[in-house]
C-alpha cells in the first residue's frame, strides 16, 4: 500500500489541527465524533478502511484510533472512542469546536480492491465494530461489486451494540448477525460469544474473504471457526492493535519479532498475525 500524507510537508511527526464538528453517544462510554481539518490544504487527506491516526489532546497526551467513516466522506472523517485511559477520557469531553492533533493516516488497510466478485465476511466484537463500520460502508457504497456480505457482530449487552440506527440500516443491505454475552429482559436475539454462531450453517469458504476485528481471544477462535469451514490461511483479515505510539516504526513500542504491529499493521493476514504470538 502506498502510504498517504496529510499535506505536502512530508512531516509525519507534526499534528495537524483538526477541529470537532459534531459527536455522538454511541454506547455506554462510547462517543464518535466527526473531525475536520482546521488547514483547508487537509483536503487531501485520505485513507484505507483499517488504517489508524494518531490523536493527540493538547496538554493530556496522544493515541492510537481507528477510523471509523468511509474514505469518500471527505469533508470530515470520524473516530469512535471508548473510554479507557487519560487521552480517550480527554476525548470524551470535547464539545463541537474543540480541538485535537492529528497524525496520520498510519499502518495498512484491509485489502479491498482485491476483494471485487468475492463474498464478504465480517466479524466484530465490541469497539471492534469501529474500523468495521468504515469498511462495511465502503463495501455497501460499492454493492454491485460483491456477493454475499455478512456482518456478526458480539457485544455485552444490548445497550453496548454500537452504531444502533446504522445496524438496523444495514441489516436492509446485507446480513447482520447480532449477539449478546447473556441474556437479558427483552432480548430475542441471539446469546453467547460471537465465534459460536461462525460454523458451516451460516458461512461458507466459497469464493469468500473474511475481516475481523475485536478482542484478541474473539479474533482468535474466530479465525479458528472459519478455518473449519474451509477458510485458508490469507483469506482472513485481522486488525491487531498494540502499543502503537509512533506510528512510523521509529519509537519500536509495537515491535512484536522484529516486525512494527503500526507500520505492518495494524491489518494482516491471519498467518501473519498468528507469527506475531510466537
Known sequence: MAEKTVLGDGNWYLPKTAVVKKTVDEAPGVKTLSLAFQDPRQQAFSFEPGQFVEVSVFGVGEAAISISSPPDQRETFDISVKKAGAVSKAVHELKKGGFVGVRGPFGTGYPVKEWSGKNIVLVAGGIGIAPMRSLLKQLLDERHKYGRIQLFYGARSPDDFVFKKELAAWEKKCEVLKTIDKTCTGWKG?????????????????????????????????????????????????????????????????????????????????????????
Open 190 to 278: 441471539c446469546v453467547g460469544v460471537v465465534t459460536q454462531y461462525i460454523d458451516e450453517k451460516r458461512v461458507s469458504a466459497e469464493n469468500a474473504v473474511a475481516a475481523m476485528c475485536g478482542p484478541p481471544a474473539m479474533m482468535h477462535y474466530a479465525a479458528e471457526q472459519l478455518e473449519k469451514t474451509g477458510f485458508s490461511e490469507g483469506n482472513i483479515f485481522v486488525s491487531v492493535e498494540r502499543m502503537m505510539h509512533c506510528g512510523k516504526g521509529k519509537c519500536g513500542h509495537c515491535m512484536v519479532n522484529h516486525k512494527y504491529v503500526c507500520r505492518n499493521g495494524s491489518v494482516m493476514a491471519d498467518f501473519e498475525a498468528v507469527k506475531l504470538k510466537d
